[in-house]
């Protein structure tokens, strides 16, 4: 029997250390052909998704997949993510989280080609992650 990945239970205790603190949970997501997401959205690969409990309805953090409803410039939107597909969890009041090393997904398909947009306009970050993903810092 394959060992279980620790990466959903490390997901969903972030998530829950971010509710539970006030703070707004966000999920970075490489996106790829197994990924429903709002691809409008999605930049140069990558979407940051809001997945705060105000933010998403009948969300799952589930061991293969994060499912959710969300609204996306006012329209309803189901989404989707494989657990493999989340580059990392964080506060976006502090940035404070876990990030995964990049997992190779298996090729089936063609990739899907980012539209270059701006961010989900569920809620913004206070300090969107300009230069790439969002840097973890150490505090003493």
């Keep these: 029997m394959a060992e279980k990945s620790t990466k959903p239970y490390l997901i969903r205790a972030i998530h829950e250390w971010c509710s539970d603190s006030n703070y707004t949970p966000y999920l970075s997501v490489r996106v790829d052909e197994n990924t429903r997401v709002p691809l409008e959205f999605v930049k140069n690969g990558e979407i940051v998704l809001n997945v ?3 933010a998403t309805h009948r969300l799952t953090i589930g061991n ?4 959710f409803s ?7 939107r189901e989404c989707s993510v494989p657990i493999e597909a989340v580059l990392g969890i ?9 990030f995964f090393p990049v997992e190779e997904a298996p090729a089936v398909g063609a990739a899907v080609e980012p539209v ?3 961010q989900s306009p569920t809620d913004t970050p206070s300090s969107p992650p300009t ?7 150490v505090v003493k």
């Design 64 to 67: 293969d997949l994060v499912q």
């Design 90 to 98: 964080f506060a976006r009041e502090n940035g404070q989280g876990l």
């Design 70 to 76: 969300a609204r996306f410039g006012g329209v309803s």
């Design 116 to 118: 270059d947009a701006a």
């Design 52 to 54: 705060s409990y105000d």
């Design 131 to 137: 230069g790439g993903r969002p840097k973890l810092q």
